[in-house]
């Protein structure tokens, strides 16, 4: 059974371009959570989708960014415009079916650097 | 305001020796409370949880220490060993929302 998966590991954009993250999460489970991490620092909730529906976006920011978790494929974490402080990594994790949400698996995580 | 606090920040430990990392929560409705081991250039991996219920859970070297009047959880790590250098994260979460509060991390080094 495959971990979570997560492309591109690595990614550079130069500001002003837009960022497009993805995640497959584990087979079976249908809840995903992203997560940012700054250098040095603890992981930041970001949000929490289920197929076709964000359950919770607290911790997104207002503006250029976007998640969707379609019917089909995998989950899109979108940054329009970036800027230098969206510098960072990015994961995903992933939980079972409700019930069990609590326990969730990250990925490898994409780590984006903004010029 | 942080909602999950963490010390220390880095720590160094002997080959055999007992590593001992705490944190300190502040929201009583939080439900779950883990703690992830992260290599560097690698996600979280889930090490060990622990819910309200119980004072403590072991897991082979690994045992969490749960204090529910204090708000306070620890993890343990007998005979610290070389590998299992890393940095490691506390967390919490309310079992409705799903989301993970995570303290800002700890670097552990074990010596040979």
């Known amino acids: 059974n495959a971990g979570v998966m997560q492309n591109p590991r690595h990614l550079v954009r130069r500001r002003g371009q837009e960022a497009r993250l993805r995640c497959s999460p584990m087979k079976g489970h249908s809840h995903v959570y992203w997560y940012r991490q700054l250098p040095e620092e603890g992981l930041k909730f970001m949000v929490y989708l289920q197929k076709e529906n964000i359950i919770d976006e607290s911790g997104m920011p207002k503006e250029r960014f976007s998640a969707e978790f379609p019917k089909e494929g995998p989950s899109i974490l979108r940054i329009q415009q970036v800027v230098r402080g969206d510098s960072a990594a990015y994961f995903c994790?992933?939980?079972?079916?409700?019930?069990?949400?609590?326990?969730?698996?990250f990925g490898p995580g994409t780590r984006l650097t903004v010029l | 305001q942080q909602q999950v606090k963490q010390s220390p920040q880095s720590l160094i430990v002997q080959k055999g020796g007992i590593s001992i990392i705490n944190c300190a929560y502040e929201n009583t409705a939080f439900d779950y409370f883990p703690w992830y081991q992260q290599f560097p250039g690698k996600g979280p991996a889930l090490l060990i949880a622990i819910r309200p219920d119980v004072s403590e859970k072991k897991e082979g070297r690994f045992t969490i220490s749960f204090n529910k009047s204090a708000k306070q959880f620890s993890l343990h790590i007998m005979d610290s060993q070389p590998g299992d250098s890393a940095t490691y994260f506390c967390?919490?979460?309310?079992?409705?929302?799903?989301?993970?509060?995570f303290g800002k991390g700890t670097k552990l080094s074990v010596k040979p």
């Open positions: 967390a919490a979460s309310k079992g409705s929302q799903g989301n993970l509060i």
């Open positions: 994790a992933s939980s079972p079916l409700a019930g069990v949400t609590d326990t969730q698996y």
